[in-house]
């Protein structure tokens, strides 16, 4: 009998550690779907109020009908861009009447002219100089050309006819910040994504200038909306996430910028009812950089497209059949309101749309996972001692488990602090890389050490031991390097 005492204890099951792994592993992806869920899609901003619409400050019947004529002399110009000399002479026709529309408001127009392939181009717009913050700009803007052989009705007359709306509903107005209303010439092809956009070109010579833009709106085909079941469609997973039916506007932008979509919603919501929708996603995914926010976002500013979804929508979106027969100008009348109290929204300094701070927000989610894979591996700290496990195996469960709950905490705590850190960009990112990767080291490294018996605090022998070494030592120099920046930055900060 005391020989048999003496004898080693029995190794875990690995179907029990098996199990246990694979729990850990679905929680940890759960947390990541939830926070995606809550990033991507939960971006837009909450009020309860009483409406611009409803207070009756603005004659929705003298919008409507301010729209439906705007709309219809874009429309008899025909095509608007650069394919031959008639589109053209269109085109710089359509600015004249731009000029024409906000001088008769009683606006200054501002030119902004430039030349591509030996033609001469022009973005337009006037300013509303803020009062309390005038250096911090927020611009709303459409696009006065069209796609070829296209009439652009809703693409994009619809945006021009809600600015001037805008224009109208703002005269007077005591804004904190300024605001400036621009409309931009070669967003369409064979401009769109190239250095010779009108948007491009505009932001380009903000940021040179060193303009402290807050936020952007484009407005791009704004008119159309159908309670036809199926007649809305977005690309997989999105379309499990938003309406089949075509009669929401959509607010999108991309990851920095979910901060402005929030306060642009809220700010819409103030002016209006109607129903609306928003996202942020990555550049990659399909229309997200259709339209000239896209620009402002290669030059660091935040941007957001203001939008009925144009193809996902309409048939109709990019050929000679977008006519203003299919534009809802009811719906469009209570868009413009929205869109004037999102204005307001914006220009108020008691809000600043200002960048997401990214790496603080990314940082704060793998804290999150890291944290929630320390406390993971309490259970089987637990157990052991239940089970009157060896002394060395509820020891490694025991680091585990505190180790991980503290890398996890730190990690939050310096996404927190990020904010007031001074670093560069890239040294905060460097900083937040490090400590993402070493807390995976050590989640890797102890979690699994800790299943098998191996410590792995020495390379040989070689095998399992190695890769558990491995882990440890980019636990450790993660941590090493990150800690040495945020104390440089916290020291530079004070």
Same mark, same amino acid.
């Given at each position: 009998?005391?020989?048999?005492?003496?004898?080693?204890?029995?190794?875990?099951?690995?179907?029990?550690?098996?199990?246990?792994?694979?729990?850990?592993?679905?929680?940890?992806?759960?947390?990541? @779907?939830?926070?995606?869920?809550?990033?991507?899609?939960?971006?837009?901003?909450?009020?309860? %109020?009483?409406?611009?619409?409803?207070?009756?400050?603005?004659?929705?019947?003298?919008?409507?009908?301010?729209?439906?004529?705007?709309?219809?002399?874009?429309?008899?110009?025909?095509?608007?861009?650069?394919?031959?000399?008639?589109?053209?002479?269109?085109?710089?026709? +359509?600015?004249?009447?731009?000029?024409?529309?906000?001088?008769?408001?009683?606006?200054?127009?501002?030119?902004?002219?430039?030349?591509?392939?030996?033609?001469?181009?022009?973005?337009?717009? &006037?300013?509303?100089?803020?009062?309390?913050?005038?250096? !911090?700009?927020?611009?709303?803007?459409?696009?006065?050309?069209?796609?070829?052989?296209?009439?652009?009705?809703?693409?994009?007359?619809?945006?021009?006819?809600?600015?001037?709306?805008?224009?109208?509903? =703002?005269? %007077?107005?005591?804004?904190?910040?300024?605001?400036?209303? &621009?409309?931009?010439?070669?967003?369409?092809?064979?401009?769109?994504?190239?250095? !010779?956009?009108?948007?491009?070109?505009?932001?380009?010579?903000?940021?040179?200038?060193?303009?402290?833009?807050?936020?952007?709106?484009?407005?791009?085909?704004?008119?159309?909306?159908?309670?036809?079941?199926?007649?809305?469609?977005?690309?997989?997973?999105?379309?499990?996430?938003?309406?089949?039916?075509?009669?929401?506007?959509?607010?999108?932008?991309?990851?920095?910028?979910?901060? +402005?979509?929030?306060?642009?919603?809220? %700010?819409?919501?103030?002016?209006?009812?109607?129903?609306?929708?928003?996202?942020?996603? #990555?550049?990659?995914?399909?229309?997200?950089?259709?339209?000239?926010?896209?620009?402002?976002?290669?030059?660091?500013?935040?941007?957001?497209?203001?939008?009925?979804?144009?193809?996902?929508?309409?048939?109709?979106?990019?050929?000679?059949?977008?006519?203003?027969?299919?534009?809802?100008?009811?719906?469009?009348?209570?868009?413009?309101?929205?869109?004037?109290?999102?204005?307001?929204?914006?220009?108020?300094?008691?809000?600043? #749309?200002?960048?997401?701070?990214?790496?603080?927000?990314?940082?704060?989610?793998?804290?999150?996972?890291?944290?929630?894979?320390?406390?993971?591996?309490?259970?089987?700290?637990?157990?052991?001692?239940?089970?009157?496990?060896?002394?060395?195996? +509820?020891?490694?469960?025991?680091?585990?488990?505190?180790?991980?709950?503290?890398?996890?905490?730190?990690?939050?705590?310096?996404? @927190?602090?990020?904010?007031?850190?001074?670093?560069?960009?890239?040294?905060?990112?460097?900083?937040?890389?490090?400590?993402?990767?070493?807390?995976?080291?050590?989640?890797?490294?102890?979690?699994?050490?800790?299943?098998?018996?191996?410590?792995? =605090?020495?390379?040989?022998?070689?095998?399992?031991?190695?890769?558990?070494?491995?882990?440890?030592?980019?636990?450790?120099?993660?941590?090493? &390097?990150?800690?040495?920046?945020?104390?440089? %930055?916290?020291?530079?900060?004070?």
């Amino acid at each position: 009998m005391a020989a048999e005492s003496t004898l080693p204890a029995a190794p875990p099951r690995p179907r029990f550690w098996l199990f246990k792994f694979l729990l850990a592993l679905g929680l940890a992806v759960l947390g990541v @779907l939830v926070f995606a869920f809550w990033y991507l899609v939960k971006c837009d901003g909450a009020w309860e %109020g009483t409406l611009i619409e409803a207070k009756g400050l603005a004659d929705l019947s003298a919008i409507r009908k301010r729209l439906a004529a705007d709309v219809a002399y874009a429309q008899s110009l025909g095509p608007r861009n650069s394919e031959n000399e008639k589109a053209y002479a269109q085109l710089q026709t +359509c600015a004249e009447w731009i000029v024409q529309q906000w001088q008769a408001q009683g606006y200054v127009v501002r030119r902004q002219p430039f030349t591509v392939r030996g033609k001469a181009y022009a973005n337009l717009e &006037v300013e509303l100089p803020g009062a309390t913050l005038p250096s !911090q700009i927020v611009i709303v803007s459409a696009q006065y050309d069209t796609l070829p052989d296209s009439p652009g009705a809703n693409n994009n007359a619809s945006g021009m006819a809600a600015l001037f709306g805008l224009s109208e509903l =703002l005269k %007077g107005q005591r804004l904190d910040r300024t605001v400036r209303l &621009v409309e931009f010439v070669n967003e369409e092809d064979p401009f769109f994504g190239t250095a !010779q956009m009108g948007s491009r070109i505009y932001a380009k010579a903000c940021r040179e200038r060193g303009e402290d833009i807050r936020a952007m709106l484009s407005l791009d085909s704004i008119g159309i909306y159908t309670h036809t079941p199926g007649s809305q469609r977005l690309p997989w997973p999105f379309s499990l996430l938003y309406p089949n039916r075509g009669d929401f506007l959509a607010f999108i932008a991309n990851l920095p910028s979910r901060h +402005c979509v929030t306060v642009t919603t809220r %700010g819409f919501r103030k002016g209006s009812s109607f129903p609306i929708a928003a996202g942020v996603a #990555p550049e990659w995914v399909p229309g997200v950089t259709w339209s000239d926010h896209s620009s402002f976002w290669k030059f660091g500013y935040p941007g957001v497209q203001v939008t009925d979804t144009g193809a996902f929508r309409s048939a109709s979106h990019t050929t000679k059949e977008d006519t203003m027969d299919k534009i809802d100008f009811d719906a469009l009348a209570r868009v413009t309101l929205g869109i004037y109290g999102a204005t307001l929204e914006l220009a108020n300094r008691q809000n600043d #749309p200002g960048l997401e701070n990214l790496p603080a927000q990314w940082l704060f989610l793998n804290g999150v996972i890291v944290l929630l894979a320390g406390l993971v591996a309490g259970l089987p700290f637990w157990l052991a001692i239940l089970r009157g496990d060896s002394a060395a195996n +509820c020891q490694a469960w025991r680091v585990a488990h505190a180790t991980l709950i503290g890398q996890g905490l730190l990690m939050l705590i310096i996404a @927190l602090a990020l904010p007031r850190i001074a670093l560069s960009r890239e040294a905060i990112w460097m900083a937040v890389w490090s400590l993402i990767a070493g807390g995976y080291g050590f989640v890797f490294a102890m979690t699994v050490g800790a299943c098998t018996g191996r410590r792995g =605090l020495w390379p040989r022998p070689w095998g399992l031991n190695t890769v558990l070494f491995a882990g440890h030592g980019i636990g450790a120099l993660g941590l090493f &390097v990150a800690v040495c920046l945020v104390l440089y %930055g916290a020291l530079r900060a004070i």
